[in-house]
């Protein structure tokens, strides 16, 4: 019998380890929107212990654990405990972002030799969907087990924040048993319209809360970026980095010349730049590692390009667990076609026009060394 209950205790304990999670999704009601709509949290786990906790209002990743390289877990996104918070004002933390992703310069743009108005939430310029974006919307969810997978889908309507064209859209999460949480885009439309959606989750690699990302290990495929204005308006060009303050060709930390005179860095307080991507189809995009754990995040994407935002404007945010973050404590690596790309023909289109499909991948793969 005393054989029997060690062999049974063993079994307890490797059915209990890490590697034996099984893969699951689970989720609960959150709360409720001032119109009364129920909102919900999801929370998809892996075989190896991620867990990723997404609610359909705004399909924000509210919590996001990866293991450092002693196999320790930490939440690396920065965002609230509670939904409340997500409610109002904030910036950004972890949504879906669009319709339109980024700056368009002037709010408006001309498709077909009409032009359309959108909303200006930037002073004169349109920013990130407008302010009933798609990060103010309850999306629809369903799960598929099978793939590990959140399914969320809205209809925006025509004329929804000045865009035409009544928009199909979805977004699903699922997460991997290599810890690589994948992303995918899809939409269309009815009219011809402009399309860029992206996810803003805020990442620090020490874990939300541990202080600033100033230290972490930063490469970027990519030698050329999209300069802009003063108001960070894309200027048309593309010009290199090589050299610059923004290369980041080799590993650099990304603090180590964040406070440089340069005048795209003075423009943006720092890092707020897109930077053109080398390549086509799912390719690296980004590796970021943090030398303290360990935790290393790759970015792979079908995008066009892909903006750095180090968190410049943070000012005492109250967070998680009674963290209060400030400038800079988080990174943002917002998959994208490029800023203003409907009004600069030279760069890649973001027209999308009936009977085409809007559909892009973004992967965030987590791992430690």
Same mark, same amino acid.
């Given at each position: 019998?005393?054989?029997?209950a060690l062999l ?20 609960e009601v959150w ?70 992703? =980024?700056?368009? #310069?002037?709010? *408006?743009?001309? $498709?077909? +030799?009409? /032009?359309?108005?959108?909303? !200006?939430? %930037? ?78 989750s805020y990442f =620090?690699?020490? #874990?939300?809360? *541990?202080?600033? $990302?100033? +230290?972490? /290990?930063?490469?970027?495929? !990519?030698? %050329? ?145």
């Open positions: 019998m005393h054989h029997r049974f205790s063993a079994a307890l304990l490797l059915a209990a380890s890490p590697a034996m999670i099984s893969a699951a999704i689970t989720s709360g409720k929107t001032a119109a009364g709509e129920e909102v919900r949290l999801f929370t998809l786990k892996n075989s190896a212990g991620m867990e990723v906790r997404i609610t359909n209002y705004g399909g924000i990743i509210v919590s996001l654990t990866a293991p450092d390289r002693e196999g320790r877990f930490a939440d690396v996104v920065l965002g609230f405990d509670t939904l409340e918070p997500y409610l109002g004002k904030h910036p950004h933390f972890g949504c879906i972002t669009g319709r339109y992703a =980024n700056r368009i #310069g002037g709010a *408006s743009f001309v $498709i077909d +030799g009409v /032009e359309y108005q959108v909303t !200006a939430n %930037s002073g004169k310029n349109h920013i990130h969907g407008g302010p009933q974006g798609f990060d103010k919307k309850v999306w629809k969810a369903a799960v598929e087990e099978e793939r590990n997978a959140l399914v969320l889908t809205h209809t925006s309507p025509d004329g929804d924040e000045g865009f035409p064209g009544t928009l199909e859209c979805s977004v699903t999460y699922s997460l991997g048993a290599d810890n690589a949480l994948r992303i995918e885009y899809r939409a269309t439309t009815d009219k011809p319209t402009v399309l860029n959606l992206t996810n803003h =620090n690699l020490g #874990g939300e809360g *541990s202080g600033d $990302i100033l +230290g972490h /290990e930063m490469r970027i495929s !990519a030698e %050329s970026f999209t300069p802009t204005d003063d108001s960070l308006i894309t200027t048309g060009e593309i010009a290199s980095v090589i050299g610059t303050p923004l290369d980041f060709t080799q590993p650099r930390k990304i603090g180590e010349r964040i406070e440089a005179d340069f005048k795209p860095l003075i423009q943006g307080r720092g890092y707020d730049h897109n930077y053109v991507l080398k390549g086509s189809g799912l390719r690296l995009a980004a590796r970021v590692r943090e030398p303290g754990g360990g935790r290393v995040m790759e970015v792979l994407t079908t995008d066009p390009g892909v903006q750095l935002y180090t968190a410049n404007h943070l000012k005492g945010v109250p967070g998680k667990k009674g963290h209060v973050y400030a400038a800079r404590h988080g990174f943002c690596l917002e998959t994208q076609k490029f800023p203003d790309s409907p009004n600069k023909p030279q760069f890649p289109s973001a027209v999308l026009r009936p009977g085409q499909i809007y559909e892009h991948i973004t992967i965030f793969k987590f791992s430690a060394e």
